[in-house]
């Protein structure tokens, strides 16, 4: 093990099999190293700053079946919304003062939200307030509309991969939904000049140490700004819901690992880490995440974009009250800053 991590952290590289056996031979010695490793690269690289980014779930209608995914258009039980342009620009106008200087509209693959609709709320958003950044996490789209969300302002992509094995893939997701299609997307958003992230549920149905390796390599060989993993959590109105849920301590793991390989990438310790175990943001922190994302949807919508069982969306989660999460990272040596937070290209 002592090995294969000091290959990973001089090489930045191993083989699948390599991460294989890193994943299969975990020990509380090896998740220790590993963490202690990974917060050296994130301080060499953005010091004991934390960026934050204020997320904005502008609607749950989902035209998707993903079968782990609450939102998921078979479920009858989701009561749907989606916030107005109006709404949407409110939740800026408080974030910004607040400190916020990324905002992230995420949610279901809306049709409603066409290029038009998103185009117009992008360049808003970027016209009042020029110096944020916009990130957009809305699901898989053609390359003409990635141009057109990109030269209407949009800086970054958020689009996990999910799995980067077919067979894995195809029990996720209903046939329609493609890793070929989603590669594509990813592909494009590159292309495109977005800052673009990946990412993964850790411990999903059926997911395997081999699968895990392979996404480990996907991440190394794509290389991509940013990176979302999280637990898997199962949502009581899906067809996965009474599959187990991924561990805090196996999440941590894979941060750790991704920031060992990857010392510039921007790496949030999730929602569903913190959904999972009490101090899950601040482990996650610990083992090398440098990003958190708070909540600012209205707070009449926040229950209701419920992707599993639950989900946080108060306390420190939510972005009014960041005073506590800023006193929860202190209490560990970090502090969050009021930055773009743009990923640091310098050769580290
Ligand atoms: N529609 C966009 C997309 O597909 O990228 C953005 C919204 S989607 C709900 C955001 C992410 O939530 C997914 O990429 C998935 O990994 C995560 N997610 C969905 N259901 C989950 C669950 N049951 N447990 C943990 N994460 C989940």
Redesign the pocket.
């Known amino acids: 093990m002592q090995k294969i991590i000091e290959k990973l952290y001089n090489q930045r590289s191993l083989t699948e099999e390599e991460y294989g056996k890193l994943v299969k031979g975990r020990s509380r010695e090896a998740a220790e190293m590993l963490a202690e490793l990974a917060r050296k690269r994130a301080l060499s690289v953005y010091g004991s700053k934390i960026f934050i980014r204020g997320l904005i779930e502008i609607s749950n209608y ?1 035209k ?1 079946d ?1 079968l ?4 998921r258009r078979s479920n009858k039980n989701t009561q749907r919304y989606r916030l107005t342009k109006q709404e949407i620009l409110d939740c800026c106008e408080e974030g910004y003062p607040l400190g916020f200087r990324t905002f992230v509209m ?4 809306d049709a409603y939200f066409n290029d038009e609709r998103v185009c117009d709320i992008v360049s808003e958003i970027k016209k009042r307030y020029p110096d944020t950044a916009v990130t957009l ?4 789209r053609s390359y003409e509309s990635y141009k057109a969300l990109r030269e209407a302002g949009a800086d970054r992509y ?3 991969h ?1 799995t980067a094995s077919c067979d894995h893939y195809a029990r996720l997701h209903p046939k329609e939904l493609t890793l070929e299609n989603r590669m594509r997307c990813l592909n494009d958003l590159r292309s495109l000049g977005y800052q673009v992230g990946c ?3 850790v411990q ?1 149905p059926y997911q395997s140490i081999e699968n895990i390796a392979k996404d480990l390599k996907f991440i190394e060989e794509f290389s991509p700004e940013m990176c ?1 993993i ?6 009581l109105d ?1 067809p ?1 819901k009474d599959e187990k ?2 561990s805090a301590e196996l999440t941590c793991y894979l941060l750790s690992i991704i920031r060992i390989m990857k010392p510039n990438i921007l790496l949030p310790a999730t929602t ?1 880490l913190g959904s999972i175990a009490g101090d899950g943001r601040l482990k996650g922190i610990l083992s090398g995440a440098n990003v958190v994302m708070p909540n600012l949807s209205p707070q009449s919508v926040r229950r209701k974009y419920s ?2 069982n639950n989900k946080l969306y108060t306390g420190a989660e939510s972005a009014q009250a960041l005073e506590e999460l800023k006193k929860q990272l202190s209490s560990i040596g970090y502090d969050i800053v009021c930055d773009k937070g743009d990923f640091n290209k310098t050769n580290i």
């Open positions: 989902c998707n993903c782990y995914c609450g939102i995420q949610g279901g693959e996490s809305l699901g898989e958020l689009l996990r999910e990412g993964f549920m999903s979302g999280g637990p898997f959590i199962p949502h899906t996965f849920a991924g569903a992707l599993y």
